[in-house]
């Protein structure tokens, strides 16, 4: 693709010169028509939300900019907040903004991602940001050259400039004013250096301020700090989070937290900030912990990142905001706590922009979503922001071709375009509300779906697959005692999965949840948070959950109703064993590694990742994996010596050391479909091409 050298962008003298240049902008697009676009980069809590967008709203009033303001958030919750705010201020007129869920046409509208986007098809309200770009990007290139086409696009970026969003305005809109602001006065921040042992007196800590104010702490993974998993925080903790879909409950959720909840605890990427009566205090573990594509072995590791020195500045805004709402009622200092000084904070790495889910976790869906959206369409034509990373983006299409997603077009030559199984899984993931799958959870739904002949035995299995890795293994059941027998396992388990109880966590997992579904755990209120199946300790609460799921997604695969008991005891056939291993092998193709036959006292064993050849490990002692009986089949069946080949639900890092987990076989018949659909041999159809 190319992207030219960025026009030259402009340092106002100060705060006034920079609004006189956007006036301009403003003004020029009034008078001579067209689409304009303004880059305004400043400092993170200079007021763009409030002060900047009011000032816009009062250009327009008069006549000196478009008459209609849409301003695009990141999240349904900053709608509301903003809303609320903006109103209550006087920045906007109640009769003057349009409500969250009336869009009626009204001057002034504040609006999710997801609302702007479900403007353009029925596919595209929830996709990330690079298909939002995309979508913008195409509608102001498409209406340049009308006449009466009056818009200017104001992007607001904090900290610095995000340089792919403006080179692709540049490429399909033309020049970009380019107001950089970022060295005028910078914040200032007053952090309180948390002291050694800090976690394990966080508790404390809380404690003490609750007992009169409020308390936000800057990460969703609360429960990892001893003792805020229990009371009395349990009770006293409203979460906001983006890392499900916000449906119209969830977003009530979160304003209520927000607005009342004693302790908040806040995604560590939320991207606003907000101001919270009564804080007392804001809490930054200065790191989070997420799942990232690792490009140098294409994967998708949970792992902990230090947040540089902007993203802290967001955390401190929430300080400054809360205070600043504070002000009426008396002085009110907010503390900040922190493990790392300032200075240590400015010394991390340089700012980089956060790609988010769509170029992490994501990122299949998002290269998958432009063949869909631009299909026969050269990549130098899609009207997208640059690729984060170019060869990532080779590596997903290498991928979407070998899974079936996508083919070449035979209309342009160079060009691919969506097959039917790539259709269902972007319908599929757009259709998602409450649960979002991943990439391979919702490619093995929609195969399912598209086998219009498969048995209902094979749907229902899956469908409890599906749910078992949506909650995770691990969350439900824990191994009790290593050593167990394979004959141990089957004991455990109902005649339904007898023939793959050996098998590893998926199995397992639906064992379990079969079991119990078929005594009625789900309905019943006298069995406690805990119980045994067998010789696995098992979590009822998350039983409960994964059964409500896997019903659910038995309408997604077009079965009706069933009790358990009429299936659960009933050995699936070994055809339904292989086609339902071959729908997980397909799933998770490039989750898969080597175990070669080398085990250890530890138990501890070494992984070959088939895709990067890199070296991970697995502790099998905590997975439900008989991995010597496995050995045995495929020392018959195979020449590896006992090798044998399992995918990974997860890979996390610890301490410099990548670990693979919840960790189910594929036997080796699977694996022989592969050349068949290919005609690449296994493990080179995997592996990483740069």
Same mark, same amino acid.
Request: charged share 25%; glycine share 8%.
């Given at each position: 693709m190319s992207?030219?050298?960025l026009?030259k962008s402009?340092?106002? &003298?100060d705060?006034?010169d920079?609004?006189?240049?956007?006036?301009k902008?403003?003004a020029n697009?009034m008078e001579?028509?067209g689409f304009?676009?303004? =880059?305004?980069?400043?400092n993170?809590?200079a007021?763009?939300?409030?002060?900047?967008?009011?000032?816009?709203w009062g250009?327009?009033?008069v006549?000196?900019a478009p008459?209609?303001? /849409?301003y695009?958030?990141?999240?349904d919750?900053e709608v509301?907040?903003?809303?609320?705010?903006?109103?209550?201020?006087?920045?906007?007129?109640?009769?003057e903004?349009?409500?969250?869920l009336?869009?009626?046409g009204?001057p002034?509208a504040?609006?999710?991602?997801?609302?702007y986007?479900?403007?353009?098809?029925e596919f595209s309200?929830y996709?990330e940001?690079e298909v939002?770009f995309?979508?913008l990007l195409?509608?102001a290139?498409a209406?340049k050259g009308?006449e009466?086409f009056?818009?200017c696009?104001?992007?607001f970026?904090?900290?610095?400039?995000?340089?792919r969003?403006v080179?692709a305005?540049?490429k399909w809109?033309?020049n970009?004013?380019r107001l950089?602001?970022t060295?005028f006065?910078s914040?200032e921040v007053e952090?309180?250096?948390a002291?050694?042992?800090?976690k394990?007196n966080l508790?404390h800590?809380l404690l003490?301020?609750?007992? &009169?104010k409020?308390?936000?702490?800057g990460?969703e993974r609360?429960?990892?700090?001893?003792?805020l998993?229990?009371?009395?925080?349990?009770?006293?903790?409203g979460?906001?989070?983006?890392?499900f879909?916000?449906d119209?409950d969830r977003?009530?959720?979160?304003?209520?937290?927000l607005?009342?909840?004693?302790l908040?605890?806040?995604?560590a990427?939320?991207?606003?900030?907000?101001g919270i009566?009564?804080l007392?205090?804001?809490?930054s573990p200065?790191?989070?912990?997420?799942?990232f594509?690792v490009?140098e072995i294409?994967?998708v590791?949970?792992?902990?990142r230090?947040?540089?020195w902007?993203e802290?500045?967001?955390?401190y805004?929430?300080v400054t905001?809360s205070?600043e709402?504070?002000a009426a009622s008396?002085?009110?200092r907010? &503390?900040?706590l922190c493990?790392?000084?300032e200075?240590?904070l400015q010394n991390?790495?340089?700012?980089?922009?956060?790609?988010?889910l769509?170029w992490n976790g994501d990122?299949?869906?998002?290269v998958l979503?432009f063949?869909?959206?631009?299909?026969?369409?050269?990549?130098s034509?899609?009207?997208?922001r640059r690729?984060?990373?170019d060869?990532?983006?080779?590596? =997903?299409v290498?991928r979407?071709f070998?899974l079936?997603?996508?083919?070449?077009?035979?209309?342009?030559e160079?060009?691919?375009e969506?097959?039917s199984?790539g259709a269902?899984i972007?319908?599929?993931f757009f259709a998602?509300?409450?649960h979002?799958?991943d990439?391979?959870?919702?490619y093995?739904?929609?195969?399912?779906q598209?086998r219009?002949?498969?048995?209902?035995?094979?749907r229902r299995i899956?469908?409890r697959?599906a749910?078992v890795?949506?909650?995770?293994p691990?969350?439900i059941?824990s191994v009790?005692n290593?050593?167990s027998s394979?004959?141990?396992?089957?004991?455990s388990?109902?005649a339904?999965?007898?023939?793959?109880?050996?098998?590893?966590?998926?199995w397992?997992?639906?064992?379990i949840c079969?079991a119990?579904?078929?005594v009625?755990?789900?309905v019943r209120?006298d069995?406690?948070?805990s119980c045994f199946?067998?010789?696995?300790l098992?979590?009822v609460?998350?039983?409960?959950k994964?059964?409500?799921?896997?019903?659910?997604l038995?309408? /997604?695969?077009?079965l009706?109703?069933?009790d358990?008991l009429?299936?659960?005891n009933?050995?699936?056939?070994e055809?339904q064993l292989?086609?339902?291993d071959?729908?997980?092998?397909?799933a998770?193709?490039h989750?898969?590694?080597?175990?070669?036959?080398t =085990?250890h006292r530890?138990?501890?064993?070494?992984?070959v990742d088939c895709?990067s050849l890199?070296e991970?490990q697995a502790?099998?002692?905590?997975?439900?994996?008989?991995?010597?009986?496995?050995?045995i089949h495929?020392?018959k069946?195979?020449?590896?010596?006992g090798?044998?080949?399992a995918?990974?639900l997860?890979?996390?890092?610890?301490?410099g050391?990548?670990?693979a987990?919840?960790?189910?076989w594929?036997?080796?018949?699977?694996?022989q479909?592969?050349?068949t659909?290919?005609?690449?041999?296994?493990?080179?159809?995997?592996a990483?091409?740069f």
């Amino acid at each position: 693709m190319s992207y030219g050298q960025l026009a030259k962008s402009s340092q106002p &003298r100060d705060a006034a010169d920079a609004l006189q240049q956007l006036d301009k902008a403003l003004a020029n697009t009034m008078e001579e028509k067209g689409f304009r676009v303004v =880059a305004l980069t400043s400092n993170i809590g200079a007021g763009k939300s409030t002060s900047i967008i009011g000032h816009i709203w009062g250009q327009a009033k008069v006549g000196k900019a478009p008459p209609k303001l /849409v301003y695009v958030v990141s999240t349904d919750t900053e709608v509301i907040w903003l809303l609320t705010h903006l109103v209550g201020n006087g920045t906007f007129t109640v009769d003057e903004v349009e409500h969250y869920l009336n869009l009626d046409g009204r001057p002034v509208a504040i609006r999710s991602m997801r609302q702007y986007l479900a403007q353009f098809d029925e596919f595209s309200q929830y996709t990330e940001y690079e298909v939002a770009f995309a979508r913008l990007l195409s509608r102001a290139a498409a209406g340049k050259g009308n006449e009466g086409f009056r818009v200017c696009c104001v992007l607001f970026m904090s900290a610095f400039e995000s340089q792919r969003t403006v080179a692709a305005f540049e490429k399909w809109v033309g020049n970009v004013l380019r107001l950089d602001c970022t060295g005028f006065e910078s914040p200032e921040v007053e952090i309180e250096t948390a002291q050694e042992g800090w976690k394990e007196n966080l508790q404390h800590i809380l404690l003490e301020v609750l007992q &009169r104010k409020r308390a936000v702490i800057g990460t969703e993974r609360f429960w990892e700090f001893g003792g805020l998993e229990n009371e009395p925080f349990d009770a006293l903790t409203g979460e906001v989070t983006f890392a499900f879909r916000e449906d119209e409950d969830r977003v009530k959720e979160s304003i209520q937290s927000l607005k009342a909840a004693p302790l908040v605890a806040i995604d560590a990427d939320t991207p606003f900030s907000a101001g919270i009566a009564g804080l007392g205090i804001f809490v930054s573990p200065g790191v989070a912990r997420k799942n990232f594509l690792v490009p140098e072995i294409m994967q998708v590791v949970m792992k902990e990142r230090n947040l540089r020195w902007y993203e802290l500045l967001r955390h401190y805004s929430w300080v400054t905001k809360s205070s600043e709402s504070s002000a009426a009622s008396g002085p009110s200092r907010v &503390r900040f706590l922190c493990p790392a000084s300032e200075e240590e904070l400015q010394n991390r790495e340089e700012v980089f922009e956060n790609l988010g889910l769509a170029w992490n976790g994501d990122f299949m869906f998002t290269v998958l979503a432009f063949f869909c959206g631009w299909p026969g369409c050269h990549l130098s034509r899609m009207p997208m922001r640059r690729p984060a990373n170019d060869y990532v983006f080779a590596e =997903a299409v290498n991928r979407l071709f070998v899974l079936g997603c996508i083919r070449k077009n035979t209309e342009t030559e160079g060009t691919y375009e969506c097959t039917s199984l790539g259709a269902k899984i972007m319908e599929n993931f757009f259709a998602e509300t409450e649960h979002r799958h991943d990439f391979h959870l919702t490619y093995l739904l929609s195969r399912v779906q598209l086998r219009e002949n498969e048995s209902p035995e094979v749907r229902r299995i899956v469908a409890r697959l599906a749910a078992v890795s949506y909650y995770g293994p691990r969350k439900i059941f824990s191994v009790g005692n290593d050593n167990s027998s394979t004959q141990t396992y089957r004991d455990s388990l109902p005649a339904v999965i007898s023939g793959r109880a050996h098998a590893g966590a998926l199995w397992v997992g639906v064992g379990i949840c079969a079991a119990l579904e078929a005594v009625g755990l789900h309905v019943r209120e006298d069995i406690g948070p805990s119980c045994f199946q067998g010789c696995f300790l098992v979590s009822v609460e998350d039983v409960r959950k994964v059964i409500k799921h896997a019903k659910e997604l038995e309408k /997604v695969l077009g079965l009706e109703p069933a009790d358990a008991l009429d299936w659960v005891n009933q050995p699936l056939t070994e055809a339904q064993l292989r086609s339902i291993d071959g729908d997980m092998m397909w799933a998770w193709l490039h989750r898969i590694g080597l175990f070669q036959n080398t =085990a250890h006292r530890s138990g501890v064993e070494r992984v070959v990742d088939c895709v990067s050849l890199e070296e991970f490990q697995a502790n099998m002692k905590e997975e439900p994996l008989r991995a010597q009986e496995i050995r045995i089949h495929c020392w018959k069946v195979t020449t590896g010596g006992g090798d044998f080949y399992a995918f990974y639900l997860s890979l996390e890092e610890e301490e410099g050391q990548t670990w693979a987990r919840d960790l189910t076989w594929v036997p080796p018949e699977a694996l022989q479909d592969i050349p068949t659909k290919t005609n690449i041999a296994w493990p080179e159809v995997v592996a990483k091409t740069f």
